[in-house]
């Protein structure tokens, strides 16, 4: 990067953490740090909740995600304003009337301690994990344009942000997320003008999406069902619908942001907000992929976009790489005639276009063939690389496309993306494992000035211990698709155990945390087995959970009718 952009880079990162610190000040109990005093009104609600979820992956990775397996993804969504309806009917008022820290405490009144703990720890574990996933994604960026060694890019990542959060807690984070999001999205809307603009000469924007959709990118809505297809419109609709249902309505890194309301209305304001604004903005976000290939199926394109990985096997197997990029040379100097060729002919419906787009479409295949056998070689080296390039792909088209200071800028975006969602979900690791877990086994609650001090630790503990999950998420794939696999692990059992809470009144704590317990085996066995694909993980854990503790009641009656 030039100078110019190391200025923007550096100076946007430190005003935000200023601003952090400066707005978090003077925090004197956990009312103030995990709650942010109940204060925030409707729209700060809103971009919390949509900066808690649109983290460092989503900018960063779902390009990738869209340029690889084109825009389906969006599909993952179509269940989520149904399930902010739900939560504002059912899980908002609760939450506010019980004026709950954590959304688990709500379960010990309802059912016991141990369902109160179960639940929790199954959060944290899920949460941490992904927490961690989401510090590695900005430390991708430092690793590549410095050439610093991921591992030390994970440790700066995640300790630069734990300087506000560990000092101001909710109201630092909830100011900062409003600060972060308006910025991302100003700045990605502006790369996505770019984008078009550097497109060859004669190329326009419908252009690029003709292409785009020939290529089969535009692929927003497919109707066929399969229990294996990660992305269709019935995964969507009804795995979609729970993921989304569990992760909005019991997950505390958004709980913890809709509690932080004024009220009950600004708190449904905010979610209702988001459930109607989140599809059309990762459209436009996943469009930038799609519109990505066009660009690549128009200009040169590296044989991988994960550049370090790749120099690695230039360096190990140099005749292999270099056989590599022969064929590569030629195949992209075709796949570049006939994505122009195709521009040209696209208004005459001719024999020779569709002539012409066969050539494209298997040429394509060509290209992705190469690509794929390009990848198997690194992987099969001794090099510890990712297992994909997906997470590169947009970022190689900022490193070596946008104008200076723009690069530093987009960037910097990245890391507030990361930031906003990774402060959320340490404060509400912390709500969770001071509330739940260790205050509820101290015989005598500790003084406010005590307790703010367990909280700031708390969120040490979990900083550190994601920083050090980072370190273990090379081998992931595509990071969007690994956070949202991992959620879907643990948010099926943890939603049924809020239906049965809310909705089944005579089922009982024991009940319930057999059922649990049980439904969280069959979860991990069905993904092990990859029965079905994972977002059918959300509605199999809570079905399970209702099921057995439908099967349990009947056994608890039995047993007394004896």
Request: glycine share 6%.
């Given at each position: 990067m030039?100078?110019?952009?190391?200025?923007?880079?550096?100076?946007?990162?430190?005003a935000?953490v200023?601003?952090?610190?400066?707005?978090?000040?003077?925090q004197?109990?956990?009312?103030?740090?995990?709650?942010?005093?109940?204060?925030?009104?409707?729209?700060?609600?809103?971009l919390?909740?949509?900066?808690?979820?649109?983290s460092?992956?989503?900018?960063?990775?779902?390009?990738?995600?869209?340029?690889?397996?084109?825009?389906?993804?969006?599909?993952?969504?179509?269940?989520?304003?149904?399930?902010m309806?739900?939560?504002?009917?059912?899980?908002?008022?609760?939450?506010q009337?019980l004026?709950?820290?954590?959304?688990y405490e709500?379960?010990?009144?309802?059912?016991?301690?141990?369902?109160?703990?179960?639940?929790?720890?199954l959060f944290?574990?899920s949460?941490?994990?992904?927490?961690?996933?989401?510090?590695y994604?900005?430390s991708?960026?430092?690793?590549?344009?410095l050439?610093?060694?991921?591992?030390?890019?994970n440790?700066?990542?995640?300790?630069i942000?734990?300087?506000?959060t560990?000092?101001?807690?909710?109201?630092?984070?909830a100011?900062?997320?409003?600060?972060?999001?308006?910025?991302i999205?100003?700045?990605?809307?502006?790369?996505?003008?770019?984008?078009?603009?550097?497109?060859?000469n004669?190329?326009?924007?419908?252009?690029?999406?003709?292409l785009?959709g020939?290529?089969?990118?535009?692929?927003?809505?497919t109707?066929?069902?399969d229990?294996?297809?990660?992305?269709?419109?019935?995964s969507?609709?009804?795995?979609?619908?729970f993921l989304?249902?569990?992760?909005?309505?019991?997950?505390?890194?958004?709980?913890?942001?809709?509690?932080?309301?004024?009220?009950?209305?600004?708190?449904?304001?905010?979610?209702?907000?988001?459930?109607?604004?989140?599809?059309?903005?990762?459209?436009a976000?996943l469009?930038i992929?799609?519109l990505?290939?066009?660009?690549?199926s128009?200009?040169?394109?590296?044989?991988?976009?994960?550049?370090?990985?790749?120099?690695y096997?230039?360096?190990?197997?140099p005749?292999?790489?270099a056989?590599?990029?022969?064929?590569?040379?030629?195949?992209q100097?075709k796949?570049?005639?006939?994505?122009?060729?195709?521009?040209?002919?696209?208004?005459s419906?001719?024999?020779?276009?569709?002539?012409?787009?066969?050539d494209?479409?298997?040429?394509?295949s060509?290209v992705?063939?190469?690509?794929?056998?390009?990848?198997?070689?690194?992987?099969n080296s001794?090099?510890?690389?990712?297992?994909?390039?997906?997470n590169?792909?947009f970022?190689?088209?900022?490193?070596?496309?946008?104008?200076?200071?723009?690069?530093?800028?987009?960037?910097?975006?990245?890391?507030?993306?990361s930031?906003g969602?990774?402060?959320?979900?340490?404060?509400?690791?912390?709500?969770?494992?001071l509330?739940?877990?260790?205050?509820?086994?101290?015989k005598?609650?500790?003084d406010?000035?005590?307790e703010?001090?367990?909280?700031?630790?708390?969120t040490?503990?979990?900083?550190?211990?994601?920083?050090?999950?980072a370190?273990?998420?090379?081998?992931?794939?595509s990071?969007?698709?690994?956070?949202?696999?991992?959620?879907s692990?643990?948010y099926?059992?943890?939603?049924?155990?809020?239906?049965?809470?809310?909705?089944?009144?005579?089922?009982?704590?024991?009940?319930?945390f057999?059922?649990?317990?049980?439904?969280?085996?069959?979860?991990?066995?069905?993904?092990?087995?990859?029965i079905?694909?994972f977002?059918?993980?959300?509605?199999i854990g809570?079905?399970a959970?209702?099921?057995?503790?439908?099967i349990?009641l009947?056994?608890?009656?039995?047993k007394?009718?004896?």
């Amino acid at each position: 990067m030039s100078n110019i952009d190391w200025i923007v880079l550096l100076f946007t990162l430190f005003a935000v953490v200023a601003y952090g610190v400066f707005i978090g000040r003077g925090q004197k109990s956990n009312e103030s740090y995990l709650k942010a005093d109940n204060k925030m009104p409707w729209y700060i609600v809103l971009l919390g909740i949509m900066a808690t979820q649109a983290s460092a992956i989503t900018f960063l990775s779902a390009p990738g995600q869209a340029y690889t397996d084109g825009m389906r993804f969006v599909q993952y969504y179509f269940g989520l304003p149904l399930a902010m309806i739900v939560i504002c009917i059912t899980f908002i008022p609760i939450f506010q009337r019980l004026n709950v820290y954590t959304a688990y405490e709500y379960l010990e009144n309802r059912f016991d301690r141990k369902t109160r703990v179960l639940t929790s720890l199954l959060f944290l574990f899920s949460r941490g994990l992904s927490t961690g996933i989401s510090i590695y994604a900005p430390s991708i960026i430092l690793s590549s344009v410095l050439n610093w060694n991921i591992y030390l890019t994970n440790v700066l990542t995640g300790g630069i942000l734990l300087i506000y959060t560990y000092v101001g807690g909710a109201k630092a984070i909830a100011h900062t997320q409003k600060l972060q999001f308006l910025i991302i999205l100003g700045t990605m809307a502006f790369a996505g003008y770019l984008l078009v603009q550097n497109m060859p000469n004669g190329i326009g924007f419908k252009d690029a999406l003709y292409l785009a959709g020939k290529s089969g990118k535009l692929n927003v809505i497919t109707t066929d069902f399969d229990w294996k297809d990660k992305y269709n419109i019935w995964s969507g609709l009804i795995g979609g619908f729970f993921l989304a249902l569990s992760y909005f309505g019991t997950d505390q890194s958004q709980v913890g942001r809709y509690i932080t309301a004024k009220d009950n209305t600004n708190a449904k304001m905010g979610l209702l907000l988001n459930g109607l604004v989140k599809i059309p903005m990762q459209f436009a976000i996943l469009l930038i992929g799609a519109l990505l290939f066009a660009f690549f199926s128009l200009k040169p394109a590296p044989i991988y976009f994960n550049e370090r990985s790749y120099q690695y096997l230039k360096d190990t197997k140099p005749a292999q790489a270099a056989a590599f990029e022969k064929e590569h040379q030629v195949l992209q100097q075709k796949f570049n005639a006939e994505s122009k060729a195709i521009i040209e002919l696209k208004e005459s419906k001719s024999v020779a276009l569709s002539n012409k787009i066969e050539d494209f479409k298997e040429t394509q295949s060509e290209v992705k063939n190469l690509h794929g056998r390009v990848e198997e070689a690194i992987n099969n080296s001794n090099y510890n690389a990712e297992k994909t390039d997906t997470n590169y792909i947009f970022l190689y088209f900022v490193k070596n496309t946008l104008p200076v200071g723009m690069i530093g800028l987009l960037f910097a975006i990245i890391f507030l993306a990361s930031w906003g969602s990774i402060s959320a979900a340490l404060n509400s690791l912390a709500a969770c494992s001071l509330k739940d877990i260790h205050l509820i086994f101290k015989k005598e609650l500790p003084d406010d000035e005590t307790e703010l001090k367990y909280s700031r630790l708390h969120t040490l503990a979990w900083g550190i211990f994601s920083i050090a999950v980072a370190m273990f998420a090379t081998q992931m794939g595509s990071l969007i698709e690994a956070v949202n696999v991992l959620g879907s692990l643990f948010y099926g059992p943890i939603l049924g155990i809020f239906l049965v809470a809310f909705y089944y009144k005579k089922i009982t704590g024991p009940n319930v945390f057999l059922a649990a317990i049980l439904s969280e085996i069959v979860v991990i066995a069905v993904y092990k087995f990859d029965i079905v694909s994972f977002l059918w993980l959300n509605v199999i854990g809570a079905a399970a959970v209702i099921l057995f503790s439908a099967i349990g009641l009947l056994f608890y009656r039995a047993k007394a009718l004896n």
